[in-house]
């Protein structure tokens, strides 16, 4: 059975928190993992993009697709066309990170159950008399 990427450089502490520090720059801020999620789904407008992820304000979205292309994440695609029209895609480095988002996924799906258990277990409901 092959080793995992972080078994392998376990022994070398400071390998192994450099690149956790590598991606957590790369992916850091509120906008850049639900942006990635939703673009794994395919290439998309800035328009769609600004309607479809609530509460993110227009240079925002900017700025963190500026970010991501600038990482080799998104790649930003001009049409010649008139009106003109952009849209951006993951690229191949942005579709690795798929892996990475399902297992978060997963994660704060099975944390959200297990705090609502212990919140159950704290704070029973009252039984009605």
């Given at each position: 059975?092959?080793?995992?990427?972080?078994?392998?450089?376990?022994?070398?502490?400071?390998?192994?928190?450099?690149?956790?520090?590598?991606?957590?720059?790369?992916?850091?801020?509120?906008?850049?993992?639900?942006?990635?999620?939703?673009?794994?789904?395919?290439?998309?407008?800035?328009?769609?993009?600004?309607?479809?992820?609530?509460?993110?304000?227009?240079?925002?979205?900017?700025?963190?697709?500026?970010?991501?292309?600038?990482?080799?994440?998104?790649?930003?695609?001009?049409?010649?066309?008139?009106?003109?029209?952009?849209?951006?895609?993951?690229?191949?480095t942005g579709y690795k990170?798929?892996?990475?988002?399902?297992?978060?996924?997963?994660?704060?799906?099975?944390?959200?159950?297990?705090?609502?258990?212990?919140?159950?277990?704290?704070?029973?409901?009252?039984?009605?008399?």
């Amino acid at each position: 059975m092959e080793r995992s990427k972080a078994e392998q450089i376990k022994g070398c502490s400071g390998e192994f928190v450099l690149a956790l520090n590598d991606t957590m720059n790369v992916l850091n801020g509120k906008w850049k993992l639900p942006l990635i999620g939703y673009l794994l789904f395919g290439p998309k407008r800035f328009s769609d993009l600004e309607r479809d992820i609530h509460n993110i304000t227009p240079r925002m979205l900017s700025k963190e697709l500026k970010e991501l292309e600038l990482n080799g994440i998104v790649k930003r695609k001009v049409y010649d066309t008139r009106p003109l029209k952009v849209e951006y895609a993951l690229t191949a480095t942005g579709y690795k990170l798929r892996e990475v988002l399902d297992a978060m996924i997963d994660w704060g799906l099975e944390h959200r159950d297990a705090q609502k258990r212990l919140i159950r277990q704290e704070h029973p409901e009252p039984e009605n008399v």
